[in-house]
């Protein structure tokens, strides 16, 4: 049986690559993780979501539970069979999106009571349950259930928000049913304050993670910000276990993020984008929706290997963008998380070769050139 | 170069299997069409319908001349290129769906006058546009500019209707480009007439097409009545030349159509279907959106060797329904194109085995079993 353990290798700086080896597979870091909310990456087979370099997707235990029903998933033999995803599975503890998407909820000190925005059916969501829900999907990664803290937040709150939290990630902890090759992450709450970053990550490992995650940022208080409560968090975090930035970001969020020593990613913007006809290119983004590239006949990215680069005109991904054709969004989905794991493939590489800060001056270049239709 | 050629091969009946050579590729028939209305099979990669066993896809003149524009995708090199689907490729004339979603439209003898549902703006096909266009899109195989008539329709308003059509049929070949490869398909109207179908059949033949279509069937008429016009129009079509039912059709529709001669047809029923959670299998249609597929853990249809039937559960497909995600359209298309195609290569071997007759019983008797799940 292989043990659920993180393998750190290069090193340049604060950053560093390494393996998380899992009971469904070993994942290269840094890495990013698209997310498969409802049991499925949106508008990707599974086979193409691997195809992009994705090793791990995420599952949303919100939805999940509501729709089809954890105990439904667990008969029909756990979310990775469920969902023809054999690889490793990170699930939330769904404290984010009760918060964000539920209607009439009440929540008090051990969690959290609140009706589905798809029936109105009544739910609860506590540590114990949360933990639970996750070992009924057969989640690879259990995330410790917590509460978010908004932002912004004063002293006080973001304090006694993340106490809250440690408390309720002891009873998560307690919760956990350990099984070889699966792991369970605490989660750094404490808003923009150093001090509060500090107490949660010696609350955490004083508890003892397979791994930690950084929460409760990417939530306005923007890139500057987030950078700096990476400073602070990061170094108190072991040194042994993978670190996740929860809900990021841009591809400047990334390269930044792993500067400072982050192991793992997820956020909704490569595959949402796809949708919207947003595209990220080693230009910046492109707009696909924009007149300008309705008789163009290059790729979106000349550089990049997706088959919305490869066989396909911006002209064609323009007009399948008009017509609200769903191949577009298949297509670009599938253009964006192949940029997103080429960047990560790039930093993986610049770590391994220590020329990560040429790397990161390159990208930034290029970003800043602008897209060729613009020109 | 090759010749736009039609070349018979086994007989079963009236049946027939045979070899269509054209400028893209070779085409097995009988075949089915996939619909690929605005330059994309929806929620399918040219790949994807390729590896169903599609060998021609169908474009909609009306839906492209609007959108991207005739001349938009000549400049951007021809249709082929454009959506990526390097085989024959026949186009529709856009007759039939400017009756059935263009506004404010005014006929007069020479073609029709109308408004795009899109935005309103006005444009025009007659027969020599209609040619033109599918020229520019560059369409294996142009089909005339005719009136679909509708039904029911009086003898006499059948008559003027397929004599108008007559007389654009030659305005539509007289336009028609000849090019090594191509080739342009006449249609025979006349309603349910018996005398009105052999004189459109007579008329065409005149002219002299490289095939003949059946049109103005699938209109609410009945199969039966659509099978007694069969009876009638296809011995007296050309036995050199394919024959191709226009819209048309259920599974059954298939079966008895090539029972009476016929070789090539369209319908957007298997891919519509697919987005509405509606399957075609070997046991008749199946409805994904029912809640008593909810913890089936079996395929779709046992003997299916699509992606949908071969990794997923009932379950996992009522589930991407239920949440309208993107992926069930995709499976589910997937898996009724494929079905189709497995159907119409059952047709073709029962033909050259000279068992058609029992692949058809066989076919109803299956059919009429009743899906698994409602045992």
């Not at 800060?357 to 390159?362: I, L, P, R, S, V």
């Amino acid at each position: 049986m292989t043990e659920f353990r993180f393998e750190p290798l290069a090193r340049d700086g604060a950053a560093r690559t390494g393996r998380l080896h899992t009971a469904h597979g070993v994942v290269q870091t840094p890495t990013f993780m698209p997310v498969g909310t409802a049991a499925t990456v949106k508008a990707m087979r599974p086979e193409e979501v691997a195809a992009t370099g994705a090793q791990i997707v995420l599952g949303n235990t919100y939805h999940l539970m509501l729709r089809p029903g954890a105990e439904r998933v667990a008969r029909l033999g756990g979310l990775h069979r469920f969902m023809n995803w054999p690889g490793p599975i990170l699930t939330d503890s769904g404290g984010f999106q009760v918060m964000s998407l539920s209607q009439l909820r009440r929540m008090d000190k051990d969690g959290v009571t609140f009706r589905s925005h798809l029936d109105g059916s009544e739910h609860r969501l506590s540590p114990a349950r949360s933990t639970e829900i996750q070992h009924l999907l057969d989640a690879t990664i259990t995330m410790a259930f917590d509460e978010c803290t908004p932002f912004p937040a004063e002293p006080e709150v973001a304090a006694s928000s993340m106490r809250l939290s440690m408390g309720w990630a002891q009873r998560s902890r307690d919760a956990f049913v350990a099984r070889p090759g699966y792991g369970q992450f605490g989660i750094v709450q404490g808003s923009v304050y150093p001090e509060l970053r500090l107490e949660s990550a010696a609350a955490l490992t004083a508890i003892g993670f397979e791994g930690y995650a950084i929460g409760g940022l990417a939530v306005g208080e923007g890139q500057e910000r987030m950078f700096a409560a990476l400073d602070v968090t990061v170094p108190a975090l072991p040194d042994d276990r993978p670190r996740y930035l929860m809900g990021v970001g841009k591809p400047s969020d990334l390269v930044g993020s792993v500067r400072r020593g982050v192991d793992m990613f997820d956020c909704v913007l490569p595959t949402r984008s796809g949708r919207t006809g947003q595209a990220f290119t080693r230009r910046g983004t492109v707009n696909l929706r924009n007149a300008r590239h309705q008789d163009d006949q290059r790729p979106l990215d000349e550089e990049c290997r997706c088959p919305a680069c490869r066989s396909y005109s911006r002209a064609y991904l323009h007009h399948l963008v008009r017509s609200e054709e769903v191949l577009g969004l298949m297509l670009l989905t599938q253009h964006n998380l192949t940029y997103y794991q080429d960047l990560m493939a790039g930093l993986r590489g610049a770590i391994t070769a220590g020329t990560l800060d040429a790397f990161a001056a390159d990208f930034e270049a290029e970003q800043a050139l602008g897209d060729i239709s613009a020109l």
